[in-house]
């Protein structure tokens, strides 16, 4: 699927394996965002300014080992690479699971192609590949400080379905951060 803007999704390939890892995903935090319940249940947030800014550096699963056992298009997992104007700008990991959604398990956009309709992109084909399984929907997991991601989630149809405030209690660098979990059901 390619567009006129020179931006192209494509399945990842063996030959694509490092590139797909290779990419800088950093963002700087300077916001972070607040859950507030609503009256139907349903949860929404704002975002407030976290003082001081910093980088958040992913410590990235996605090395080109890992990737390997997403390569084709199966039924249970598949990947897939965001191109713009040839090189690798992003990609996206998905599986089936345990509850029966597509799950994204990670979803990546190189810092300076973000904006580029490439996270749009990578999130529809997601749905697509949730679709053609026959699945309820698609699901995925970031944290409170990414503020960016949760907005881009929310311009794509994602609602957000729950929070976890202990689930990065063990793990120093992230235990001050709250995993929210964003939910597109069909």
Request: with cysteine; hydrophobic share 40%.
């Amino acid at each position: 699927m390619s567009d006129a803007g020179g931006l192209s999704i494509e399945a990842l390939t063996e030959a694509d394996l490092h590139a797909a890892a290779g990419f800088d995903a950093s963002f700087v935090v300077h916001q972070r965002v607040r859950l507030s319940m609503r009256e139907d249940g349903g949860l929404s947030y704002i975002s407030e300014p976290l003082r001081p800014p910093y980088r958040k550096h992913y410590r990235d699963d996605a090395d080109a080992e890992a990737l390997r056992e997403y390569l084709g298009d199966g039924a249970d997992f598949a990947a897939y690479l965001a191109r713009k104007d040839g090189q690798v700008v992003g990609r996206v990991l998905l599986s089936r699971t345990w509850n029966g959604y597509a799950g994204i398990d990670d979803i990546a956009v190189a810092a300076g192609a973000r904006r580029s309709g490439a996270g749009s992109a990578l999130l529809r084909q997601a749905l697509a590949w949730a679709r053609e399984r026959g699945l309820p929907g698609v699901m995925l997991e970031t944290q409170d400080t990414n503020v960016g991601a949760c907005a881009l989630y929310q311009r794509n149809g994602f609602v957000l379905g729950g929070f976890d405030r202990f689930h990065y209690a063990n793990e120093p660098d992230l235990q001050h951060e709250t995993a929210l979990f964003w939910y597109c059901r069909f």
